[in-house]
C-alpha cells in the first residue's frame, strides 16, 4: 500500500515486473490525481510549448501561437528564447497543486513529476548548463525553498546558481498579464558570466504564464555570453 503525494490517500500500486526490477518508477500520485492531470502531447508552439488543442485556432499562426510570434517581432526579444516545454496544461487542478507546493509548503509533491521531467529534459538539450529560476533573498526566506529548484533537482545534473534577483517584488501570480508585459526593469542579473559564456542554458521554472519571467532571464544569460536558450516548466 502507498500513499499519495499530493491527496496523502492510500492506493494500490499497479504491479509490474518494470517496477519491480526498477526500469519502471512507481507512481508517486493515485490514479485519481494523475487522472485529474492533462499532459501537453501533439501539436504545440514550436517556442513557447503551448498546446495548440486546447487553444483556438485563432492562437495560432503556422507552427507559432501569437504570444510568440509577438515577442520574436520585436527587435529587443528576438531569439532570446530558442524554445520552452511544459509537461502539463495549466487547470485548476494543476494550479491547486503549484499553490500548495509554493505556498502551503508541500515540497514533497515535486517528487511525483521526477519522471516525466526527466523524460522531457532528455529530448531538449542534454548537454546544457541546468538553472533555476531563482527567488528572491525575501521570498525564499518567506517560503524556505525555491520551487524551480527542487524541479531542477529531478534532473540528477548539477545545478548551476548562476542568476538571482535584483530586488524583492511583488509576486508574480498577482499581476496581470498586462503589468507582466509591461515591466521594464530586468529583475535579474548574472552572478558569473565566465561560467555562462558560450554556454547552452537550460532554464527551469514551475509555470510558464506569459514567457516574460523566462524571457527577462534569459536575455541577461545571452547579453552575459551564453549562445543559447531553452527552458522546462512544470505546466503552461
Known sequence: ?????????????AWSWE????????????????GRLVRIKGEICRICGRDFSVF??????GDCCFDCIRWEES???????????????YNDYMKEMIAKLKYRGDAEIVKAFYPVL???????CRDAILIPIPLSEERHYE????????????????????????THEEKQSKKTREERLAQKENPFEVVD???????????????????????????VLIEAGARNIFSITLAR
Open 193 to 219: 558570466s565566465v561560467k555562462v559564456k558560450d554556454q547552452k542554458v537550460i532554464l527551469v521554472d514551475d509555470v510558464y504564464t506569459t514567457g516574460s519571467t523566462i524571457r527577462y532571464a534569459a536575455k
Open 118 to 124: 526527466s523524460s522531457e529534459f532528455k529530448k531538449i
Open 1 to 13: 500500500m502507498s500513499y499519495c503525494l499530493y491527496c496523502h490517500e492510500p492506493y494500490s500500486e
Open 56 to 61: 483556438p485556432e485563432q492562437y495560432r499562426q
Open 19 to 34: 517496477a519491480f526490477i526498477g526500469l519502471k518508477q512507481s507512481p508517486l500520485l493515485c490514479q485519481d490525481c494523475e
Open 75 to 89: 527587435e529587443e526579444w528576438t531569439s532570446v528564447l530558442q524554445q520552452n516545454r511544459s509537461l502539463y496544461v
Open 143 to 166: 517560503r524556505g525553498f525555491n520551487q524551480a529548484e527542487l524541479l531542477a533537482g529531478g534532473l540528477k545534473k548539477p545545478v548551476q546558481h548562476l542568476l538571482k534577483r535584483r
